[in-house]
């Protein structure tokens, strides 16, 4: 046992040292399966920083409470009794003043400029209640200060300040023929909040003629289980019959058509692309066990078995595919993580987005890699250990 | 034996080198060939926009509404040949994950606006304007659904509710619209603005949008300034853009998804150049020998040049056409299913040509290396080495 492990030991390092000579071909090889790992991880990426932008946005134990069917923010309308009837309605928290902490909102979209293609984009132009900003979690206002009630003012949220043009501190907004003051900026800790614009309800409401109804209500609830009696009260009520969702279930399902979408497009690609790397590593690792036959011949002449042969083969594979996965990683991380993109989300409007990779992303990453390091190994190392001695000693 | 059967055999002689080779070649054009496709499907609809088409829509965003009464001063805009509107219904059939195409129009005008893309028979469409609450749908919706001329469907909007409550518009579908020109999409339903706009709870008198069509592209630009400065000013000010820049817009709104395309296919293409590129140089040089004893014979530097180009290449065009030919399957594989956001999925003959350009350029650059050092082989070298 301890003379095989031996053996192995020593075959392995013979071919580990001999990469050195095959140093072109095992290097497009480490390349080809970098480039494989860089394609999946962008789009795994890409997909990861959209879901965590969107998803990371909804609390538990607030309410939103749409049109039956709406889906989306953007398709909702709540007319202004039934704004009445949610106030009334059970399992909602109270102020200090025992007024409810709900805030009705109106969702529009408005253009704005991309600042990287400058074409028009969607953005979305919030009319929040008095509660609005204090329903989400990590709101501050980094610069300026907030919008005073009453008054054509409106906050951006920083993403949307760095993507799209004219939304300086201080300038003037037009939407149609209607005069708007950005008087502050806001970070809402990298969600989806800071891809929006907000003002008063009320003011957006008179200068869109949109007096009678809202499209949301967002409400804080007692507890995360009081979500049930909300619904339940909604259900019952003919007047209502609205949606009542958690904000963080309503936010996971807008999150995961668009990062659903991407993985779908990402996966079969990398698989693509993992079977022409596959191709090339097999194709390396067979040239190794021809460069290398009158040695392992020789080996096995003066005793060694054929499984270190098979051993130290699949061990050249696997190094040359590990390494290709670990420096796709690093490549993709310096490359992409972090890189900033907007793209059309749920609500009709540009959610802008970092990618993020994860460490389990990575993980996949390098798994992939050395699946491609396996199979791209295991046949050549299958020929290698049974390589007949005697046409091994006789190179033609 | 001529040149072309030396060329063969050579590049056939180690059988499984050969193969594994032809297999990442034709998985990098199978790779290029589906996402030119895709990029395509993307970008054939603005290339082929009517040029005297125009869009008018709410300045503020297309998705703010426009006054209906809009659509009668247009009209009388001098230069304009036909308009017509558009109101998005955000249907859905059943459930609202089925999504479904669905627009308010007004039919006769509508028809008279797209009738190089629309194919209705004109029997259907007198019966869909004589029939206030009836629809047409398009080819590929009635295949999806089943759906077939005196059908009765419900329509529910995840928008817009009846004035006598519930979500729900029933439709009888009085045609089956075909599209006379590729990239038109037919998963759409279309049914009378004036029978929904009657029956609406809010939103009354209001259109999505207006599409006009001019006398002739050359008038595009007056007729553009005439409409938004007779709007300014007003509560509803509105944009007028060609139907082309209006589409290049809204695509860009999803990424820059050409760049995307760019980085993979390049991704794709760095790997087979790599290894190819080494694999051929190996495999001349394991053939070092031979290039000598060929030039003993008589062969000239140029023919041997020739001989391992043309190896180069002929391997990249047995990997790069059947490539091309499985993304032309994949692409009518997937065709029914991306119908509404890619109608055009396609390999044209644009993207084959350029593939077999990259083919050649390939073949060229992986072969050019080994060619040059056969092409320069000394005899004695060659025979002296190995």
């Not at chain 1, 058509?257 to 990398?270: N, R, Y």
């Not at chain 2, 059967?5 to 032809?22: C, E, P, Q, T």
Request: one cysteine or more; hydrophobic letters at 50%; charged letters at 20%.
């Amino acid at each position: 046992m301890r003379s095989l492990l031996l053996q192995v030991i020593a075959v392995t390092s013979i071919n580990l040292k001999s990469i050195a000579q095959r140093r072109w071909l095992s290097l497009s090889t480490v390349i080809a399966i970098a480039l494989v790992v860089i394609v999946l991880l962008a789009f795994l990426a890409m997909a990861n920083g959209f879901q965590r932008t969107i998803a990371g946005a909804g609390a538990d134990d607030v309410a939103i409470v749409l049109r039956a069917g709406s889906q989306a923010e953007i398709n909702s309308t709540v007319a202004r009794d039934q704004v009445r009837l949610i106030e009334d309605g059970p399992g909602i928290a109270r102020g200090a003043d025992g007024k409810p902490l709900i805030s009705p909102e109106l969702y529009l979209v408005v253009d704005g400029l991309k600042r990287s293609t400058r074409t028009k984009a969607n953005l979305p132009l919030r009319g929040i209640g008095e509660q609005g900003a204090a329903l989400r979690k990590g709101i501050a206002v980094t610069a300026g200060r907030m919008f005073n009630r009453g008054s054509n003012e409106v906050v951006v949220g920083k993403a949307l300040l760095r993507e799209f043009e004219g939304f300086d501190l201080g300038s003037t907004v037009s939407f149609g023929a209607t005069r708007w003051t950005v008087v502050g900026v806001f970070d809402a800790g990298g969600s989806v909040f800071e891809s929006e614009i907000w003002a008063d309800l009320n003011v957006v409401q008179s200068l869109f003629n949109r007096n009678n109804f809202v499209q949301t209500v967002r409400a804080r609830l007692t507890g995360p289980a009081a979500l049930n009696e909300l619904k339940s009260y909604s259900d019952n009520d003919p007047r209502l019959k609205l949606d009542v969702k958690s904000e963080a279930a309503y936010f996971a399902e807008q999150a995961s058509q668009t990062s659903d979408l991407i993985q779908k497009l990402g996966w079969p690609l990398a698989i693509a692309m993992a079977l022409g790397a596959l191709a090339g590593a097999l194709n390396t690792m067979y040239s190794s066990v021809a460069a290398r036959a009158t040695e392992i011949a020789t080996l096995r002449a003066i005793g060694f078995g054929g499984f270190p042969a098979f051993v130290g083969t699949l061990v050249e594979s696997l190094s040359l595919a590990a390494i290709g996965g670990l420096l796709g990683a690093a490549a993709t991380y310096l490359i992409f993580d972090g890189i900033t993109a907007s793209t059309l989300g749920g609500n009709f409007t540009q959610v802008v987005f970092d990618f993020k990779l994860s460490p389990w992303l990575i993980g996949e990453g390098v798994a992939l890699a050395l699946i491609v390091g396996l199979i791209g190994g295991l046949f050549p190392a299958l020929r290698a250990a049974r390589l007949p001695i005697v046409a091994g000693l006789n190179p033609t | 034996m001529n040149d072309f059967d030396l060329v063969r055999k050579n590049l056939f002689r180690r059988k499984l080198r050969a193969a594994l080779m032809i297999v990442s070649i034709l998985i990098a054009f199978m790779i290029f060939g589906v996402l030119a496709g895709f990029h395509r499907a993307f970008t054939v609809g603005e290339d082929r926009a009517a040029a005297d088409r125009l869009i008018t829509v709410n300045k503020i965003n297309f998705t703010q509404p426009l006054p209906m009464a809009y659509f009668n001063r247009v009209r009388a805009v001098d230069g304009v040949r036909q308009v017509t509107h558009a109101n998005w219904f955000g249907g859905y059939y059943q459930d609202p994950k089925n999504f479904v195409m669905s627009l308010a129009i007004e039919p006769a005008t509508y028809c008279d606006v797209y009738r190089k893309e629309f194919d209705i028979p004109p029997e259907q469409l007198t019966a869909f304007i004589r029939d206030r609450s009836s629809a047409v749908i398009g080819e590929s919706m009635a295949r999806k659904w089943g759906w077939k001329v005196g059908d009765r469907v419900p329509i529910a909007s995840n928008i817009f509710s009846q004035r006598s409550g519930g979500h729900t518009w029933d439709f009888t579908i009085a045609g089956i619209v075909k599209a006379k020109v590729e990239h038109v999409d037919t998963n759409f339903v279309l049914f009378q603005y004036d029978y929904f706009d009657e029956t609406r709870s809010f939103g009354k008198d209001t259109i999505g949008w207006l599409i006009l069509q001019t006398n002739a592209p050359e008038n595009n630009d007056r007729v553009v300034k005439t409409i938004d400065s007779m709007f300014a000013n007003s509560t509803a000010e509105t944009s007028t853009d060609t139907e082309k820049a209006f589409g290049t817009a809204f695509v860009a709104q999803f990424g820059n998804i050409a760049l995307i395309v760019f980085l993979v296919v390049g991704a794709a293409f760095v790997t087979i150049l790599m290894i190819v590129g080494n694999t051929m140089a190996l495999s001349i040089r394991e053939r070092t020998r031979e290039i000598g004893v060929l030039k003993t014979l008589g062969f000239s530097g140029g023919r041997i040049l020739r001989m391992v180009l043309g190896e180069s290449i002929l391997l990249a065009l047995l990997g790069g056409l059947p490539g091309l030919a499985i993304a032309a399957l994949i692409t009518i594989a997937l065709r029914a299913s991306l119908a509404s956001i890619a109608p055009a999925f396609a390999v044209s003959p644009d993207i084959a040509l350029q593939g077999i350009a990259l083919m050649i350029a390939l073949g060229l650059i992986t072969g050019i290396i080994p060619a040059l050092n056969a092409m320069r082989l000394k005899i004695a070298t060659a025979l002296g080495r190995g």
